[in-house]
């Protein structure tokens, strides 16, 4: 679900680099919009890879870029909560941010916990 998450982000930010405003991918934005895109596609495919692997350290290694990429972008989203501004710079409500953006954090939460537990399993 992640990985589909963000090969979509990496597909929109090729198709249109102004989707880069969306606050969850703002603080994913590094050098150029193919480098982001790019960054995205990778850990994806690192982490469609690790599930077809069982459980072990080189797998837990290839959930790390998508686990980062997730908690950067929750950043963002817990910043434009706390502030009541979007990214972007609109101002709204901070509960309408929170209703809008608090899924991201929420994802990275619970993807902490289901790598946490996926990886204290027996083999």
Same mark, same amino acid.
């Given at each position: 679900?992640?990985?589909? *998450?963000?090969?979509?982000?990496?597909?929109? #930010?090729?198709?249109?680099?102004? /989707?880069?405003?969306? %606050?969850?991918? *703002?603080?994913?934005? $590094?050098?150029?919009?193919?480098? %982001?895109?790019?960054?995205?596609? &990778? &850990? /994806?495919?690192?982490?469609?890879?690790?599930?077809?692997?069982?459980?072990?350290?080189?797998?837990?290694?290839?959930? #790390?870029?998508?686990?980062?990429?997730? =908690?950067?972008?929750? /950043?963002?989203?817990?910043?434009?909560?706390?502030?009541?501004?979007?990214?972007?710079?609109?101002?709204?409500?901070?509960? +309408?941010?929170?209703?809008?953006?608090?899924?991201?954090? =929420?994802?990275?939460?619970?993807?902490? +916990? #289901?790598? &946490? %537990?996926? +990886?204290?399993?027996? $083999?």
């Amino acid at each position: 679900m992640v990985a589909a *998450k963000h090969m979509a982000w990496a597909c929109l #930010v090729l198709s249109n680099p102004a /989707s880069l405003g969306a %606050t969850p991918l *703002k603080p994913l934005y $590094v050098v150029s919009p193919e480098y %982001t895109a790019a960054m995205l596609f &990778a &850990a /994806s495919g690192l982490a469609l890879a690790a599930m077809r692997r069982a459980p072990g350290g080189v797998t837990a290694a290839m959930m #790390v870029p998508q686990q980062f990429l997730m =908690i950067l972008a929750a /950043s963002g989203s817990l910043t434009a909560i706390l502030s009541a501004q979007y990214g972007d710079g609109e101002f709204r409500p901070l509960s +309408f941010i929170a209703a809008d953006q608090s899924i991201h954090v =929420i994802l990275a939460l619970w993807h902490v +916990f #289901v790598l &946490a %537990t996926w +990886f204290r399993r027996p $083999v």
